[in-house]
């Protein structure tokens, strides 16, 4: 697999991805820090006097105690246990640790996650070595100096379909009688969901095979056979409605090729599907360098590598074959399927052009409110939400005995969503994370 995993056009565009300056070599060393908060390492810590977004609710001003690596009490009137450190979170806001529900992770993505309070990713198709080195780390104990890892691994496309041009030899699906087989094996693997592709690239100027109806149907409800979720990635609302109608558990992107039918959310609702936007994403594909914002926020930029800054200044150089994309489509499904009671979830696709890994959780989240998410429906979406939907039951929420995954910013962002960039403290299972 490359070292930064292209998701998207990148075997047919790769001349015009290098061409627009996208680093694929490993990022290079951060420069120096500024100077973070100093934060207690006793083995009880107090955050007092803090406002608190749980995951659900918010609460104006409380205490959070950590013991360990889980979270020990929430409260207004909380007692803080003699001894203990304390955080003072006056003027600050205290989070879960967020969660990016669309990523490619490889190398150091994972620990550079973390910096940004991305403390858990699912990974949409990832070599299946790495994951399973990430899962045995997982196993062993609390993990403090990365993201956690969730990840589909090798990911299922026909022969010759998108997923085949990243230079790495994958198995691909021929014919719907092998889908139970090949989804067996994916398991075996390691694989905590199946993920799908049903894209032709048509809407990017491209041509792909891609699986057809019942290719898809099959491999649905071969991951349904074996109690896994199916997630879909798809190109356009065409492809969407089919992977909808195949019962899929959840569609991984949005579409940006036409303005969304007017049952499409009800569609959705009805099948019970979640899905991951991608807006970050979407809005590089539709020709805009989406993270370059993110690159000039003085939040956000001192954490930044080189080679990082350099990918969030990028879009997608498109074949001139394609037009009509328009992020304006996929912000009025955002807004149908929200309004339908869909689930969404934040999710970047990173490190696509125009993304990175952590850093680009935090515009994801703006360009949810942007598409018409309050602030708490958009932070729901990185925290209580993808926890729900992946069974990720210790994490996602500040509760009493869950994982003392946490966020410190300073500011509301159930007010202003960009305070998630004011970083302040993250912990991880409970460790000050030194950024």
Do not use: C
């Not at 959705?268 to 360098?289: C, D, K, N, Q, W």
């Not at 410190?408 to 159930?414: C, E, F, H, M, S």
């Amino acid at each position: 697999m490359p070292t930064r995993l292209i998701h998207l056009l990148a075997g047919a565009l790769g001349a015009g991805v290098m061409a627009a300056g996208i680093a694929l070599d490993r990022p290079a060393p951060p420069p120096p820090r500024p100077a973070s908060a100093a934060m207690p390492r006793g083995p009880v810590t107090a955050i007092v006097n803090v406002r608190v977004f749980d995951g659900e609710r918010v609460l104006p001003r409380a205490t959070v105690v950590i013991d360990g690596d889980r979270i020990a009490g929430v409260g207004v009137d909380l007692a803080v246990p003699p001894g203990a450190g304390r955080v003072d979170g006056a003027g600050r806001t205290l989070l879960p640790g967020l969660i990016d529900s669309h990523t490619h992770a490889s190398d150091d993505a994972l620990e550079r996650a973390l910096r940004f309070g991305v403390t858990t990713e699912l990974d949409m198709f990832a070599d299946p070595a790495f994951a399973a080195k990430a899962r045995a780390e997982q196993a062993k104990g609390p993990v403090t100096t990365r993201a956690d890892l969730r990840s589909a691994g090798i990911l299922v496309t026909a022969p010759g379909g998108h997923g085949t041009e990243f230079g790495m030899t994958i198995p691909t699906l021929a014919a719907a009688a092998d889908a139970q087989a090949f989804v067996d094996a994916r398991i075996a693997e390691g694989s905590d969901y199946i993920k799908i592709v049903r894209d032709n690239g048509r809407i990017y100027g491209l041509t792909w095979p891609t699986l057809d109806d019942d290719e898809l149907a099959a491999v649905v409800t071969a991951a349904h056979w074996r109690q896994k979720m199916a997630v879909v990635h798809i190109g356009s609302q065409a492809d969407a409605v089919a992977a909808i109608r195949a019962g899929a558990d959840g569609l991984v992107h949005l579409f940006e090729d036409s303005a969304p039918a007017p049952d499409f959310a009800a569609l959705a609702a009805s099948h019970h599907a979640f899905v991951i936007p991608t807006l970050t994403v979407l809005e590089s594909v539709s020709g805009r360098p989406t993270g370059a914002s993110l690159a000039a926020d003085p939040r956000v930029a001192p954490w930044l590598s080189e080679s990082e800054a350099q990918a969030l200044g990028a879009a997608f150089p498109l074949p001139s074959r394609s037009r009509g994309l328009a992020l304006a489509h996929a912000n009025a499904a955002v807004a149908a399927l929200e309004a339908a009671g869909v689930p969404l979830l934040a999710g970047t696709d990173a490190p696509n052009p125009g993304t990175t890994h952590g850093a680009s959780l935090h515009r994801e989240l703006e360009l949810l409110v942007a598409a018409g998410l309050t602030p708490v429906e958009a932070l729901a979406a990185a925290t209580s939400t993808p926890a729900r939907v992946f069974g990720l039951r210790d994490r996602g929420r500040i509760a009493p005995g869950l994982r003392a995954d946490l966020l410190l910013v300073a500011g509301d962002p159930t007010q202003d969503i960009t305070a998630t960039r004011a970083i302040v403290a993250i912990w991880r299972n409970g460790a000050a994370v030194t950024r």
